[in-house]
């Protein structure tokens, strides 16, 4: 039986500013196994963590990331849109900035946690975004802590063209009729499944032996407590980790 293990949805995204540094430490110190976050590239071939291609909804500015460089994004506040969360408070996270990967690999190293890095290539193809992000993993020595995950599968398999050990995972909205078929076929160590997916059918039809199955995205209590019961899950993705260990934990 394996224990399920908990991943900081882009930190801690029901509780403090999304693909933030602060979301991130905090998600770090309540003790989750990994985190997922979102990159994306500037202008200037920067890899910044930040989910949306516009920066519109989750900072004061308007516009897309890949028209900005990095230092144009930075002057930009990260933390000051969300307001509707109830640990809102503006004079700190007003001061939260779109983190660059390396700063928020410089953060996680001292914790080791797993880390989850979607690489977000559906709607522009950012060339070279596979090298850059390899590059950097290695540079602070992380490869075999890091899951490489895409909706867009031709971005991990190339991915693992450049590094053949990488773990890399699809992400699924949608059934696939043949699961084990694509796993073995195109090398994936996992997928990465809509948690209703998962939830609507008994075991979608997999086990969890060879590959690892991670659910997203997991908020509702009932729901924890049913993919955990399900002993198949590696991993569950939520914007509500400290609520989600506590559950875990409680198992
Ligand atoms: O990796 C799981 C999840 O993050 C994928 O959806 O839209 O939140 O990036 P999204
Ligand atoms: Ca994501």
Redesign the pocket.
Known sequence: MIQTKIFG??GSMGTMPENTLLGFYQACEWGVDGI?L?VQLTKDGELVVI?DEKIDRTTDGTGYVKDYTLQELKQFSAGVKFSNLALFDKHVWSKERIPTLEEVLEMITPYQIEL?L?L?TDMFPYYGIEEKVLAIVHQFDYADKVIY?S?HLPTILKLKKFEPSARIAW?VVYELSRPSEYIQSLALEGL?LHKDLLLNKENYGLSADDFKIRA??VNDPKEMEQLVNMNNIDTI?TDFPKEALFLRNAH
Do not use: G, I
Request: glycine content about 0%; cysteine-free; hydrophobic content about 25%.
């Open positions: 949805h882009r997922e979102d989910h989850n979607e977000k995950s909706f992400l990465h997203w995205t993705m």
